[in-house]
């Protein structure tokens, strides 16, 4: 089979498209025939070496899969050839998704949502499952309740928008201005440019000084010790981003807050939430640009780059989807 094999630690020329052996179902396992993958800036971090330590070279990377069961090993209940399913390959264990097959246990494949293209479901599992994992499990966001969602065009915080609405929040949003019309179709409520505002004086301003009751965190730097100046009482902090420094909280003290780290875990569970709220037509990926497997460099380059013009994700169309798609948008 094809496959993006990093070679080395380094910029986007480190992947080599090689022919690999096939992967093969063992107990518990399927084997998928890949339709579609995505890039999550986890890929570009992966692929640079900031996490050397857990990635064998060479190795296949990746962390979406929109694909078709082929083959079913022993003990195998959930599926049968032929299935659509969509998953998170376990991060950090195993062979990644940059690939014509994948095998993953089927305790963390679910069945893709019928409504979804492959392009769709791929750019959706690991931003899904992580909004998921941050507002239900961790946040435990409620309806009537407000959330300040950090980089809400991107490719988690335009999924955060869709899933707290369907949550019954009010939604604030910092999305530069050519922005706004995207994060308003998504739900959003209240829009701040935060290359022009500062968004703890305009969250203090709509809100008139009550704050809002969820932050999420899809940025860092000093997000999280400016955080209690926008938390109401008893607010929460969900941060999915790696703390490059010791950061001081002592202001939270007074808001009575508490702070979540979210690293997204796989499990079925995740995915049959997510494929509730499409079905209820909540949430739809928004897939901003599709490359070909042989273009992933291409992709890692343009989701890395800051100036990228890019909403929402950039979707991998892999084997036959590859022909009607390329490098656009
Ligand atoms: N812990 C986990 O499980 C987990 C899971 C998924 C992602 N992540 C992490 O979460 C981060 C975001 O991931 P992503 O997939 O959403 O990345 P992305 O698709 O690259 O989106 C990032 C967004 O943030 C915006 N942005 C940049 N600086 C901003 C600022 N100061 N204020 C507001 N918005 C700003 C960008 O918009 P413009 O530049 O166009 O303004 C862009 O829309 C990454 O660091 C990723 O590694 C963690």
Same mark, same amino acid.
């Given at each position: 089979m094809k496959a993006q094999v990093l070679t080395s630690f380094g910029g986007p020329q480190s992947f080599e498209l090689r022919d690999v052996p096939k992967p093969v179902p063992q107990a518990g396992q399927v084997l998928v025939r890949v339709q579609a993958t995505s890039i999550n800036p986890l890929d570009y971090q992966v692929r640079r070496g900031d996490y050397a330590d857990l990635v064998p070279l060479p190795g296949i990377t990746g962390h979406d899969v929109s694909g078709v069961v082929e083959e079913v090993g022993p003990g195998v209940t959930a599926f049968a050839p032929g299935d659509e399913v969509w998953y998170t390959p376990q991060i950090f264990d195993g062979p990644g998704s940059y690939a014509e097959y994948h095998v993953a246990a089927e305790s963390i494949v679910g069945k893709k949502p019928a409504s979804l293209t492959h392009l769709e479901a791929a750019s959706l599992t690991l931003v899904g499952g992580t909004a998921w994992e941050a507002l239900a499990v961790r946040a435990q966001l409620k309806a009537g309740e407000s959330i300040?969602?950090?980089? &809400?065009?991107? !490719? *988690?915080?335009? @999924?955060?928008?869709?899933?707290?609405?369907?949550?019954?929040? #009010?939604?604030?949003?910092?999305?530069?201005?050519?922005?706004?019309?995207?994060?308003?179709?998504?739900?959003?409520?209240?829009?701040?440019?935060?290359?022009?505002?500062?968004?703890?004086?305009?969250?203090?301003?709509?809100? &008139?000084?009550? !704050? *809002?009751?969820? @932050?999420?965190?899809?940025?860092?730097?000093?997000?999280?010790? #400016?955080?209690?100046?926008?938390?109401?009482?008893?607010?929460?902090?969900?941060?999915?981003v790696d703390i490059a420094a010791p950061q001081n909280l002592i202001q939270a003290w007074g808001k009575n807050a508490s702070y979540h780290f979210v690293f997204t875990r796989q499990n079925r569970g995740k995915l049959d939430e997510l494929s509730a709220l499409i079905e209820r037509g909540q949430l739809k990926p928004h897939v901003g640009a599709v490359y070909s497997l042989a273009d992933i460099p291409l992709a890692h380059a343009r989701l890395e780059s800051r100036d990228n013009g890019l909403r929402g994700k950039i979707a991998i169309a892999v084997g036959p989807l590859a022909d009607h798609t390329s490098a656009q948008a």
């Open positions: 300040l969602i950090h980089g &809400g065009a991107g !490719g *988690v915080g335009h @999924v955060v928008i869709q899933v707290a609405k369907a949550m019954g929040a #009010r939604v604030f949003t910092t999305v530069k201005e050519d922005n706004f019309e995207f994060a308003r179709s998504l739900g959003a409520d209240v829009v701040i440019d935060y290359t022009k505002e500062d968004y703890v004086e305009a969250i203090q301003r709509e809100t &008139g000084g009550h !704050g *809002v009751d969820v @932050v999420f965190d899809t940025i860092g730097g000093d997000t999280l010790t #400016r955080s209690p100046d926008v938390l109401a009482q008893l607010g929460r902090v969900v941060s999915i």
